[in-house]
């Protein structure tokens, strides 16, 4: 049993790194599923504050990741209807996904910023945060996962 729950929490722990760049999948949840698979064994190999770290950590970092392409829009020169665009953008963008994660947050801070008077350079700039804010959430998430993958592999490795 213990091996085909490892071999299960390998498939999580793939499948959560998968999901940082896949948005349909949401990938630091599925590694910290793998490590709750783990935890199933006849011997639990992490202990209770481990699990709650990682849990924090994967709540915290799924949520990042919705908050951070309006931050990067808003550190990028944009206003409120930017970042309003930005949000409005990609729950649109969930409809359309892959691409609709990563174009609509995009586009909704252009058209929020050209609602808001801006001219096509400061519009395209505050565009542009957003994408850069959607990079480094892609970067957070992978981070995450690539952590609780290479506990995952500590574990069966020692």
Do not use: H
């Not at 050209?114 to 945060?129: E, F, H, Q, T, V």
């Amino acid at each position: 049993m213990d091996i085909a729950l490892l071999i299960l929490a390998g498939f999580f722990m793939l499948i959560g790194i998968l999901g940082c760049f896949l948005p349909v999948l949401p990938g630091p949840p599925l590694s910290y599923v793998g490590l709750l698979l783990m935890q199933l064994q006849s011997e639990a190999p992490f202990t209770l504050n481990f699990m709650i770290l990682w849990l924090v950590i994967t709540i915290v970092v799924t949520g990042l990741d919705y908050v951070i392409p309006a931050y990067g829009t808003r550190r990028y020169g944009g206003s409120k209807w930017g970042v309003l665009g930005t949000f409005i953008g990609l729950v649109i963008g969930l409809f359309f996904t892959p691409v609709g994660i990563i174009v609509g947050p995009l586009l909704g801070a252009l058209v929020g910023e050209y609602i808001a008077g801006k001219d096509s350079k400061d519009a395209m700039r505050a565009a542009w945060g957003s994408f850069v804010g959607f990079l480094l959430g892609t970067l957070i998430k992978l981070t995450a996962s690539l952590f609780m993958t290479g506990y995952y592999i500590a574990n069966i490795s020692g």
